[in-house]
């Protein structure tokens, strides 16, 4: 549901970066930016197989 | 130097180069029917994340700042795509779906997101240092030609993956090996 979300929002904060003001795009491309990193950080929790 | 014209052709042309991109990626779900996992779409999220900056290039005028974005979600991107790639790394692991030419598409997005942090710099340096004059407040340009056709070909891919991806995992969080579309059962 909430990569669903994070598509919309990206599609919200391309489509005010072509057609909207500047300050709006601003404040979405942000917020998808946050979105993407959060989401990210939600599924990394399993430890990965790596030895050094 | 390159002239202003000439850059924002190149910005359209990796817009199209990104909707190529996951275009490549829904062919390979919808013909083998391999459903993308939350870290491949998180992948696909990554490459409109490294849209935004050729957006802002061919709507607002090319600008280092638009650039700068476009190097952040290269860095993103490719932070997301590393983390597949190690998990699949062990001797003897698979890896998740069908390789593409050769490699996963997990690897083949790691390299995709380095060279456009590559291009990136080397448009850097190809602009020079002169700043164009240019409206206050990021004044949007009339979008018109191919820069509106690359523009609006990115805005269907976002819309396309967010329906996709709401069919694949319905209202709830997508499991890790999905195997149905969830509104489809």
Known sequence: MYLAALFALLFAALAAAAFGPMRLAGLLIAASFLAAVLVYLHHATDPLPLSF | ?185
């Open chain 2, 1 to 185: 130097m390159i002239s202003r014209s000439f850059e924002t052709t190149l910005n359209a042309l990796a817009l199209l180069a990104i909707s190529a991109v996951l275009g490549v990626a829904f062919l390979d779900q919808f013909a083998k029917g391999e459903l993308p996992c939350p870290l491949c779409l998180l992948q696909r999220a990554g490459f409109l994340l490294l849209a935004i900056g050729p957006v802002l290039n061919v709507a607002r005028g090319p600008r280092p700042a638009h650039y700068g974005v476009t190097i952040l979600a290269g860095l993103v991107g490719a932070g997301f795509a590393m983390r597949q790639v190690l998990l699949h790394i062990q001797p003897g692991d698979a890896g998740y779906g069908a390789p593409f030419l050769g490699l996963h598409f997990y690897t083949w997005a790691f390299v995709v997101f380095v060279v456009a942090i590559a291009a990136c710099a080397l448009m850097l340096v190809l602009r020079g240092s002169g700043e164009e004059p240019r409206a206050a407040g990021g004044a949007r340009l009339r979008l018109a030609g191919l820069p509106l056709v690359a523009v609006l070909l990115v805005l269907a891919m976002a819309a396309a993956n967010g329906a996709s991806t709401l069919i694949e995992c319905g209202f709830e969080a997508c499991p890790d090996n999905p195997t149905v579309y969830r509104l489809l059962q």
